[in-house]
């Protein structure tokens, strides 16, 4: 027996949908953007001297969903897939694509909307996985571990590494971030810094 996707309904032009550490990224001068429903941090003081050796920044405005059963998604240029378990997966793709996407992994499994559940990060730099190493005992990339002290999953986007971590961690997992990267000289950026190259379909603009 096939499950259908479950879509939720889509924002109203009025909905203004906030990332867990937007605050943060405020207070560090961040400068907002509202791209789509999403108000997202485009840029932040600093953050051309931190990408030269590492930079993190909030890609939390991409669709999360949840896909339970069947076999793992594909891999695509503008989509990118972490394991939860034998037959669950998290699947990212640009917020524009989110109904599409829903209903083409719902097909013949389960597939739920819940971007608002997950945060994902992006660290940038030469010394991307050295702060990675910082962060936890993760072993292997594509992989899982311990993020900061709490459960995460990271796969590799080129030269980036994506990580993700539930909401719930996000502002933990974000101050341990800035604190681990001063020592590399590195810091928090926004998310235009690291994909300048517009190499990443799931992350260009």
């Known amino acids: 027996m096939s499950l259908l996707a479950l879509e939720l309904a889509a924002p109203g032009a009025e909905t203004v949908l906030r990332s867990p550490v937007e605050h943060r990224l405020l207070a560090a001068g961040g400068r907002v953007e509202q791209r789509g429903p999403w108000r997202v941090v485009a840029g932040l003081d600093h ?12 890609a939390s405005h ?4 949840d896909v339970r059963g069947g076999e793992a ?12 378990a034998s037959d ?13 996407t829903l209903a083409e992994l719902g097909d013949r499994r389960l597939a739920l909307d819940l971007s608002g559940a997950w945060m994902a990060l992006v660290l940038a730099g ?3 996985e050295r702060l990675l190493r910082r962060l936890g005992p993760i072993a292997a990339v594509p992989g899982s571990g311990s993020i900061a002290g709490v459960p995460g999953r990271v796969v590799r986007r ?11 961690f996000a502002q933990h997992v974000w101050d341990v971030c800035a604190d681990l990267c001063l020592p590399l000289g ?15 379909p799931l992350l260009a603009r």
């Open 47 to 58: 953050e051309d001297t931190f990408a030269r050796t590492v930079a993190f920044a909030d």
């Open 62 to 65: 991409l669709a999360k969903l």
């Open 73 to 84: 998604p594909a891999e695509r240029p503008d989509r990118a897939a972490f394991e939860i």
């Open 88 to 100: 669950r997966w998290i699947v990212l793709c640009p917020w524009h694509q989110r109904e599409a």
């Open 126 to 128: 030469p010394d991307a």
């Open 158 to 168: 080129g030269e980036r590494l994506l990580v993700l971590v539930a909401s719930e």
């Open 186 to 200: 590195g810091g928090p950026a926004g998310l235009d810094a690291v994909t300048r190259s517009g190499d990443d």
